[in-house]
């Protein structure tokens, strides 16, 4: 199969404009898009959109179910059939919003500069950056692979949501996309390692918890044996949730807040806690949350007086499932590399990962990858000190165009492989 190569005036291209790309990720870090400032979340939609309309994209908003929100955005183009047949979806996923409050970005003088290679700002590589990188792609496929890029329905799906995990967006993109899409391609952040790109192929799943004990409050003075403290027995299932933790299965849980008590001189009747678990594997998963909905009625703690018991509630707030390797994935990972093989452009190596993204949205409905965002670090983090163990989250400049070359290069072997964007 004659599968055509990316011509050396595509990385000529792509260098002379990179100043035109990094002046829109400028643009658009410049907007704060905090997940709970859907003003700005929707000035960023406005922006992106009026971009990717240069490129015949026509635009549609979408309410989150959730009014603290922004609207999600979905940018589409119509690809060109061939005669009965329709054109080949392909999705490209990013999101809008960021999680930095526009006070936290002033307090640490977080915003958008150039030191070096690093490019500084709030999501400059979490996800801005990416939808940078589509942008690119997309710009790329329509003047050195026009015929791929008119015989493909494009449809960039970006989340005004996506760090609090909203879960409306994913059964969009599945609605959208559908079963029968050719691939769900992801841009979060890429890693680079001894010159290898490591493209996302699996992500754990995640399940939130709130635990809430009930004890009885009595005088600490005077009447403490009738008192059952909530808050010791808050600590005693403190103590057996960090117990399950089993890194050699990769299944981790984190108590990230503990509440109760009132005054040092009364038994404390009440006491919460908020609880994070993550696991990669599906049944590890579900035995995780087994083990914890076990603590339902969970009593150690009981009052001296009379026995009265305390009450152990746990809460499954939310659950979302783990991204596993599968072949869908398997198979993408496989073009991508064939395309950095067949052009020169180094290897292509599988990454998992801890954290999740809208893939774990997708996985089990169409062929899913990830990571193929620009390079960087620092994610989620505003701070910077002067010793340098503290750092703001950058993009890497020098990692636009190579990856840029290699997801067109990957893309233009999917397409062909898929028979589309040969026609007339």
């Known amino acids: 199969m004659d599968i055509p190569k990316p011509s050396p005036e595509l990385h000529d291209y792509f260098n002379h404009h990179l100043s035109d790309y990094l002046d829109l990720l400028r643009g658009m870090v410049l907007i704060?898009?905090?997940?709970?400032?859907?003003?700005?979340?929707?000035?960023?939609?406005?922006?992106t959109a009026e971009r990717f309309a240069s490129l015949g994209f026509t635009a549609e908003t979408i309410a989150s179910t959730d009014a603290r929100y922004g609207r999600h955005l979905i940018l589409t183009r119509e690809g060109r059939s061939a005669g009965d047949t329709a054109a080949p979806v392909i999705g490209l996923i990013s999101h809008l919003d960021t999680v930095f409050p526009a006070a936290e970005e002033q307090a640490n003088d977080f915003?958008?500069?150039?030191?070096?290679?690093?490019?500084?700002?709030?999501?400059?590589?979490?996800?801005?950056?990416?939808?940078?990188?589509?942008?690119?792609?997309?710009?790329?496929l329509r003047l050195f692979h026009p015929e791929v890029f008119a015989g493909v329905t494009w449809r960039i799906l970006l989340n005004a949501a996506e760090e609090v995990l909203s879960r409306d967006f994913g059964l969009l993109c599945r609605h959208v996309l559908g079963p029968n899409a050719l691939a769900a391609l992801v841009f979060?952040?890429?890693?680079?390692r001894d010159g290898r790109y490591l493209l996302v192929t699996s992500r754990k799943g995640m399940a939130r918890y709130h635990i809430q004990v009930e004890g009885r409050g009595a005088h600490a003075g005077a009447l403490h044996k009738r008192g059952a403290n909530a808050i010791v027995q808050l600590a005693d299932v403190v103590g057996q949730i960090a117990g399950f933790t089993d890194h050699e299965r990769d299944l981790t849980f984190n108590v990230g807040t503990i509440t109760g008590g009132t005054v040092t001189n009364r038994v404390p009747h009440l006491a919460t806690a908020d609880v994070e678990m993550r696991a990669f594997d599906p049944e590890v998963f579900e035995s995780g949350v087994a083990r914890m909905m076990v603590l339902n009625g969970y009593c150690s703690v009981r009052s001296l007086d009379d026995d009265y018991p305390c009450r152990v509630e746990v809460d499954l707030e939310g659950r979302w499932t783990p991204w596993p390797s599968n072949e869908g994935t398997s198979y993408l990972v496989d073009v991508w590399r064939a395309a950095a093989a067949e052009n020169g452009m180094g290897d292509v190596t599988p990454q998992a990962r801890g954290g999740l993204s809208d893939g774990n949205w997708l996985w089990d409905?169409?062929?899913?990858?990830?990571?193929?965002?620009?390079?960087?670090?620092?994610?989620?983090?505003?701070?910077?000190?002067?010793?340098?163990s503290k750092d703001q989250e950058y993009a890497l400049a020098s990692s636009f165009?190579?990856?840029?070359?290699?997801?067109?290069?990957?893309?233009?072997?999917?397409?062909?492989?898929d028979g589309a964007g040969t026609h007339d």
């Open 32 to 47: 704060n898009s905090f997940t709970a400032n859907p003003a700005g979340v929707d000035a960023l939609g406005r922006l």
């Open 111 to 140: 915003t958008f500069r150039i030191e070096g290679d690093r490019i500084y700002g709030p999501g400059t590589v979490d996800i801005k950056g990416g939808t940078v990188m589509i942008c690119m792609v997309l710009e790329g």
């Open 188 to 192: 979060e952040q890429g890693d680079v």
């Open 365 to 388: 409905l169409l062929p899913t990858i990830d990571g193929l965002g620009p390079q960087g670090a620092n994610a989620h983090s505003s701070e910077r000190s002067a010793d340098g």
């Open 401 to 417: 165009v190579p990856k840029a070359m290699l997801n067109v290069a990957a893309i233009v072997r999917l397409v062909t492989m």
